[in-house]
């Protein structure tokens, strides 16, 4: 079958770093997505990841490894605008996890 | 440039009722794609198009129809609408062609069923 796993839920401190993770299985692989979503609106685009290794941008990295079905995302200097769920999709983003919150505290 | 836009925002139906969803983009993308959201499960695929004329079923598509007459226009349309139907929908567009296609989100619509 075809399956993304992701924890449900989050919490981290203002400033601190997060480590969300990602784990598919799925019979076709042509990248991984993550998208925010802020509550109540529709997911943006975050990242794109192809090959193993991590991609960078500003305060948001991606880290894929294709072999173990793996992916995080992290993110760095958390504000409190960061609150928001975490969607991690695969296979032509058909196949979508079901997102983690993650809450940010002062 | 509006993007995508989705048309009603919220709607309130009993159960039996049928209606449309309109979603409209601008950006000239081959892909389109509706999904529903329902609390803990993530986005769920109902139907898409890779290109006007063509529709394909996704990963929930019973209970629901589709049409893509014009590469801008991709309607859902729930026949007989059923309380299990409740759920927010968001329809997506895309570029066609290798595997980076960051999909565009339209701001959704909230559809409860009596």
């Known amino acids: 079958g075809q399956n993304i796993d992701q924890p449900t839920e989050m919490t981290a401190t203002e400033g601190a770093i997060v480590q969300i993770n990602c784990t598919y299985q799925?019979?076709?692989?042509?990248?991984l997505f993550w998208y925010q979503q802020h509550a109540g609106e529709a997911p943006t685009f975050l990242s794109y990841?192809?090959l193993d290794g991590l991609e960078e941008k500003g305060r948001f990295s991606s880290f894929l490894s294709r072999s173990k079905g793996y992916s995080y995302l992290l993110l760095k200097e958390l504000q409190m605008k960061d609150s928001a769920s975490y969607l991690c999709?695969?296979?032509?983003?058909?196949?979508w996890g079901a997102g983690t919150k993650l809450i940010i505290k002062p | 440039n509006a993007g995508v836009t989705q048309t009603p925002k919220f709607r309130v139906l009993k159960t039996g009722q049928s209606m449309t969803l309109l979603c409209a983009q601008d950006?000239?993308?081959?892909?389109m794609y509706w999904y529903r959201q329902d609390p803990g499960m993530g986005l769920r695929l109902i139907h898409y198009?890779?290109?006007?004329?063509?529709?394909a079923k996704g990963e929930v598509p019973d209970g629901y129809n589709v049409s893509r007459l014009k590469k801008q226009n991709f309607l859902l349309g729930l026949e007989s609408a059923a309380p299990s139907q409740t759920s927010v929908y968001f329809c997506?567009?895309?570029?066609?062609?290798?595997?980076?296609?960051?999909?565009?989100f339209g701001p959704g619509t909230r559809l409860t069923v009596l």
């Open positions: 950006m000239n993308h081959e892909y």
């Open positions: 198009s890779v290109g006007e004329g063509t529709t």
């Open positions: 799925t019979s076709g692989f042509n990248g």
């Open positions: 990841n192809v």
């Open positions: 997506a567009s895309s570029t066609a062609g290798g595997s980076y296609n960051e999909q565009f």
């Open positions: 999709a695969v296979c032509c983003q058909l196949i």
